[in-house]
């Protein structure tokens, strides 16, 4: 299908098309390496992926975009993708055609995928103890000590 848009359109596609997957667009400018990091990608397994950085965009001032070949993602990565980029939109791609959109969704609890950055929170002892936290509008908060992260949330990320 040709679809012609508003002209500037054209000069806009910076990364090819992708055949089977997810792109992952709308993401806030300079958190697409957190991205991967949340998807456990590092190129080591030989994924085939394409990053955009800093690209502008109608929506936000200027965009980062990640696709990723032959991978559909699954609700927890998700879940987790919209602490650091609350308003992507998630697109699955069969047959290069866009099949479902969707926002991502904020959740208001994650369990253990984050892990407390305070050395004396019972979640980071010997306890088996699962971490857990609130969404917060501009950060989370761990439901059991309390401590509040703001920024640098994907260095929380359980590996
Ligand atoms: N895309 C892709 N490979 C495909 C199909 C789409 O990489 N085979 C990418 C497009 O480049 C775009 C995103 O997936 O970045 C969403 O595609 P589409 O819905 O066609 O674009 P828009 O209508 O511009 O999306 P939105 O309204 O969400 O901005
Ligand atoms: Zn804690």
Redesign the pocket.
Known sequence: MRTMSNGADDHK?R?????NGT?I??VHGGQALNVLAILGIDGSEGEEVSVGMNVPSD?LARKD?V?VEGRELSQDEVDVLSLIAPDA?I?I?RE???VE?SRVDRPDVVEGVLSCPNPGCITTGDEPVDSRFEVLSDGVRCSYCGTIVREEIASLIET
């Open positions: 596609l990364v090819s098309k992708i055949h792109v667009d709308h929506r975009i696709k939109t697109n791609v290069y055609e866009v959109k």
